[in-house]
């Protein structure tokens, strides 16, 4: 595998409960946790509602949108919005 190339996926949990799925690369991460089983809230899936609101608190993310609904603040705090934030490592996410 080139250096340069992104892996198909990483390996995500979710903190305290400790659920481990499979981050898919190409997919936003309420996608992977829905195929991992885990039941996640959500409600719009384009980062305006913020019904799935978690902490990162490990990892990166990247996202396709300009500027998804979360405040400067939230964002300087680690808080990502799942239904728009695609994985670019390992990562953990508080609930």
Excluded at 7 to 12: K, Q, T, V
Excluded at 52 to 77: F, N
């Amino acid at each position: 595998m080139n250096v340069t190339e992104t892996p198909p996926f990483f390996i995500a949990s979710v903190e305290p409960d400790g659920l481990q799925f499979d981050a898919w690369s190409t997919q936003p991460l309420l996608a992977s946790l829905e195929q991992g089983g885990i039941d996640w809230p959500s409600s719009c899936r384009n980062g305006t509602c913020r019904t799935c609101i978690a902490q990162l608190a490990h990892g990166q993310v990247r996202y396709d949108i300009e500027w998804p609904g979360l405040s400067l603040e939230e964002k300087a705090e680690g808080y990502v919005l799942p239904c728009v934030a695609f994985p670019c490592s390992d990562l953990v996410l508080k609930i």
